[in-house]
C-alpha cells in the first residue's frame, strides 16, 4: 500500500532535528512522496530547496497563508512568481481565507488571495487552499477564478456538508486530515466523507499539526509526521465503508494526476 501526504509542514522548526529519520520513517509506513507546504515567503523558499534536494520523495507548494497576508507585499509576489514556475513546485499556496483568527486583516486577506489566485492563472497550476470560518467570501472570490486554473484542492476539510457541495460544485479536490480522527470535532466529517468522489478525494498529515488520535500508542512529543497517514487513511475507508487499500488506491492515484507526480 503506497500513499501520498499532500500537505506537510516539513519546513517547520520541530523537524529540524531529525528530518531524515522523519522521512525514513515516512518510507517505512508506506508513504512514497510528500507535498512540502509552503505556507510564507520565507517557508515557500524552504520548501522549494528541501524538494530539491529530495527529488522523487518530495514535492513543494508556494504561497502566503492568510495569517501572514498582512506581510504580503510586490517583493513578495514577485519572488513566489518565480517559485511557482519551478518545476518542483507542484502547485501554488497555501492561500486562502481565515476569519477564526483574522491574523491579518480580512480586506488584506482578501486582496492577497486574489493576487495568488492570479498567479495560478499565469502560471497554470493548481490551487492548494485554505478556508476558515470565511466560506461565503472564499466562494465568491474562489468562483471567479475557478475555471481559469487547471486544478484547485480545498486543503484540511473540515466544514459543513453544505460547504462540501459547494467546493465539489466547483470542481475542487478536497483534502482530509486527522481531523476526521477526532472523536470530539470530527464526528460530522465522518457522516459524509463518503459523498466525496474516489477522484477528488486525498489524504493529508498537515504534521506537525493535528496529530491523529486513533495512533496508539500516542507519541508523548505530539508532533504529528507523514508516518501517520495511514491512521488517516484507515478512518476514511471506515467511514466510507470500502477496504483500505481501495481508498489508499484511489487517493494515491487521485494525488499523482492532481500534482503531476
Not at 492577497?112 to 478556508?131: C, N, S
Amino acid at each position: 500500500m503506497q500513499l501520498v501526504d499532500i500537505g506537510a509542514n516539513l519546513t517547520h522548526e520541530s523537524f529540524r532535528h531529525d528530518f531524515d529519520a522523519v522521512l525514513d520513517r515516512a518510507r517505512a509506513h508506506g508513504v512514497v512522496q510528500m507535498v512540502v507546504t509552503g505556507a510564507s515567503h520565507a517557508g515557500s523558499e524552504h520548501a522549494l530547496d528541501l524538494a530539491r534536494a529530495h527529488p522523487g520523495m518530495l514535492h513543494a507548494t508556494a504561497g502566503v497563508h492568510p495569517h501572514h497576508a498582512i506581510d504580503y507585499s510586490d517583493v513578495t509576489d514577485a519572488r513566489l512568481r518565480e517559485l511557482a514556475r519551478a518545476p518542483e513546485v507542484r502547485a501554488v499556496g497555501e492561500t486562502g481565507l481565515d476569519y477564526n483568527r483574522n491574523y491579518s486583516p480580512r480586506d488584506v486577506q482578501l486582496r492577497v488571495f486574489e493576487r495568488q489566485l492570479q498567479i495560478a492563472v499565469d502560471v497554470g497550476k493548481p490551487l492548494f487552499l485554505h478556508q476558515r470560518d470565511a466560506h461565503h467570501d472564499f466562494v465568491a472570490m474562489l468562483s471567479r477564478y475557478r475555471d481559469k486554473v487547471p486544478a484547485a484542492v480545498v486543503h484540511c476539510f473540515t466544514d459543513t456538508r453544505e460547504a462540501l457541495r459547494d467546493y465539489l460544485a466547483l470542481d475542487c479536490h478536497i483534502g482530509i486530515t486527522g481531523w476526521i480522527c477526532d472523536e470530539r470535532r470530527g464526528t460530522h466529517l465522518r457522516e459524509f466523507v463518503r459523498e466525496i468522489p474516489a477522484n477528488r478525494l486525498m489524504i493529508e498529515t498537515d504534521a506537525p499539526y493535528l496529530l491523529p488520535r486513533t495512533v496508539r500508542p500516542q507519541p508523548s512529543h505530539r508532533r504529528n509526521e507523514p508516518m501517520y497517514l495511514k491512521h488517516i487513511c484507515e478512518e476514511i475507508a471506515r467511514d466510507r465503508g470500502e477496504p483500505v487499500e481501495m481508498t489508499a488506491a484511489h487517493s494515491t492515484a487521485t494525488a499523482t494526476a492532481f500534482f503531476g507526480l
